[in-house]
C-alpha cells in the first residue's frame, strides 16, 4: 500500500509569491491533515480535511488555506510568501476511525 | 493552546545504552503516538497507544500510555547508531478527532558508536 506522497519535495520561491504544494493520502484515508514544521517552532497544526470540508483548523493566519478533492487528493496554498514562511510542510493522513496518523515526507519550502 | 512537555530536550548516548524519553500534559488524552523522524524525512510512525495502561513494544521500542491519560514514555533498548533521530511524541484530546494532533517538542538522539 503506497504511503502518503507529497509533491513537489522541494521548492525556493520569492517573498510575495504564492505557493500551492500537493498531498496523495493513502488509499481509503478520507482524513488529511496540514502540519508546518520549523526548528524554533516545530510541529504546528495547519488544517485537517474529511471528505472536501475543513474539520479543524488550527492557529495560521488566511494566507494559508486549503482544499481536498473527492478522491481526497488534499492541496495547501500560501499567499503572499513571507521569509517566516520558510518551513518543512507535512501531510498526514488517517482512516474514518482511526486515530493514527501517517506522515508524508514533506515538502521543503524556501522563501528568499 | 495545549501543550505536551517531552523531556529530555536532546540525549547523547553510547550504544548498546539504554534510552528512555517521556511525555506529559496537564491534559487527558486518547491517544499517544511516537514518531522517529530522520533529517529531511516526515515522521515515521512508531508506535500507537489507545488505551490508559496499554504497553506495546516494536522491536527494541517499548511504549505505554500512563493511567492517568496524561503521560507516556518510550523506551530504546540496546541503542545502535540507526536510532539516531528526533523522536516526538503526539497525542490527541478527548473529543478530537484523528486529524488534529498535539505533538511534543522532540527528543534528539545521538548515539555514539
Known sequence: KAGVTQTPRYLIKTRGQQVTLSCSPISGHRSVSWYQQTPGQGLQFLFEYFSETQRNKGNFPGRFSGRQFSNSRSEMNVSTLEL??????????????????????????TVV | GQQLNQSPQSMFIQEGEDVSMNCTSSSIFNTWLWYKQEPGEGPVLLIALYKAGELTSNGRLTAQFGITRKDSFLNISASIPSDVGIYFCAGQL???????????????????P
Open chain 1, 84 to 109: 517566516g514562511d520558510s518551513a518543512l510542510y507535512l501531510c498526514a493522513s488517517s482512516t474514518d476511525s482511526g486515530n493514527t496518523i501517517y506522515f508524508g515526507e514533506g515538502s521543503w519550502l
Open chain 2, 94 to 112: 478527548v473529543d478530537t478527532n484523528a486529524g488534529k494532533s498535539t505533538f511534543g517538542d522532540g527528543t534528539t538522539l545521538t548515539v555514539k
